[in-house]
């Protein structure tokens, strides 16, 4: 789901946090040693977020954010915050031959560079998060 998160709206945060959980509490932040990406590169996007993002000349870039049951990938396009918001059971994560990460949900893409070794370890730990978090069966849903 490909949402505008840039206003506090209170039925889109509950929507949110009905697919993808709440977000993780200090403690459990700490524990996991942090739950975001920080900025990433876009190298490539499918045509609903690349329509999005030429809208402006910045350099395209995103963040990941993990929650509890998937993760929201965030994105600005001119002075609006957009949210892909992705839970495990529909997450889908390749690594590209040069250094290149594509996070898939359905019909939407993005793809990142990856240049630090930090990069690689969080999308390691979002690959081991989803694992134990995936349920087996369509009656755990």
Known sequence: MLLNISY??????KEID??????FSLQNRLKMRGIGSGKLVISGSSIEIHNLLI???NINTCSIEMRPMGVIVRFRSLLETYGLIIPYFKL?????????YSIYKDQYYIKVKAEKSSIHEFFRKIN??????TPRNLEDL
């Open 55 to 57: 809208l402006d000349n």
């Open 18 to 23: 009905d697919i993808v959980g709440k977000p």
């Open 92 to 100: 889908k994560l390749y690594k590209g031959k040069s250094k290149i």
């Open 128 to 133: 081991n998060h989803k694992v134990l978090n």
């Open 8 to 13: 506090n709206d209170p039925k889109q945060k």
